[in-house]
């Protein structure tokens, strides 16, 4: 059994889209976090911050999404989203996966939030080092563990339609345009978006309905 907790249109549709890839049979779980009255206490005990993403797979809590998207990938390795320990790619893909979530994520939080300060000061470094990073990473290869998608991609490209598109934070640079266009014409992808919105009308948040 594979329970999924998600919140639709948030970091978690990065995995929502992961699991469309894999294909397996899985049990979603909506968390709103977006209610007046906050994510119930309860859910603690499955996320100790009370956010999203979170999986439970065979009794077993993995939160956080590059370790989500480790374990899933790998337990599933048929799909082929994962090169194997032994391949090549398999450093860029763990690569790939981590920074997002150590570096990408809180640069563009930083940036947003307008916080100044020097590389050496936050383990994440600058937003200017992390654009340079990601723009040159992707200029030289197809996909963000090099020339073949990979579940890596459902997590950069996440992160980079979201800041570029919707949070505009991220410029709009045409190799990420590129890179956008090739991996969101996917049919998981499609399906993913699909679900999302379907979820996001149920939502008082998203509907205008009072909550």
């Known amino acids: 059994m594979l329970t999924f907790y998600h919140a639709p249109w948030s ?3 990065s995995i929502l889209w992961l699991l469309e890839e894999l294909q397996v049979p899985y049990e979603l779980e909506m968390i709103d976090i977006r209610a007046r009255g906050g994510v119930p206490e309860s859910y603690r005990s499955i996320q100790p911050s009370k956010k999203v993403p979170a999986i439970v797979h065979d009794g077993q809590v993995v ?3 590059a370790a989500i998207t480790i374990y899933l990938a790998d337990r599933y390795s048929q799909a082929g989203l994962a090169p194997a320990v032994n391949e090549a790619d398999r450093a860029a893909y763990l690569t790939a996966l981590v920074y997002c979530d150590a ?3 809180p640069a563009i939080c930083a940036h947003v939030q307008g916080l ?5 000061e936050y383990p994440f ?3 200017a080092d992390m654009l340079a990073y990601v723009e040159l990473r ?13 579940a890596a991609d459902t997590q950069l490209a996440s992160g980079i339609n ?3 598109n919707i949070l505009r934070a991220l410029p709009e640079k045409p190799v990420f345009k590129d890179y956008l266009a090739r991996v969101e014409s996917r049919p998981a ?3 993913a978006q699909q679900l999302d919105a379907e979820l996001a009308s149920s939502v008082p948040f998203f509907s205008g309905q009072e909550a």
């Open 11 to 13: 970091r978690s549709s």
């Open 63 to 65: 939160t956080e999404r």
């Open 103 to 105: 570096v990408f994520d």
């Open 116 to 120: 100044k300060y020097e590389s050496n």
């Open 125 to 127: 470094g600058t937003f």
């Open 138 to 150: 992707l200029a030289n290869n197809s996909y963000a563990a090099g020339e073949r998608f990979t």
């Open 162 to 164: 979201y800041t570029m």
């Open 189 to 191: 992808y499609r399906r």
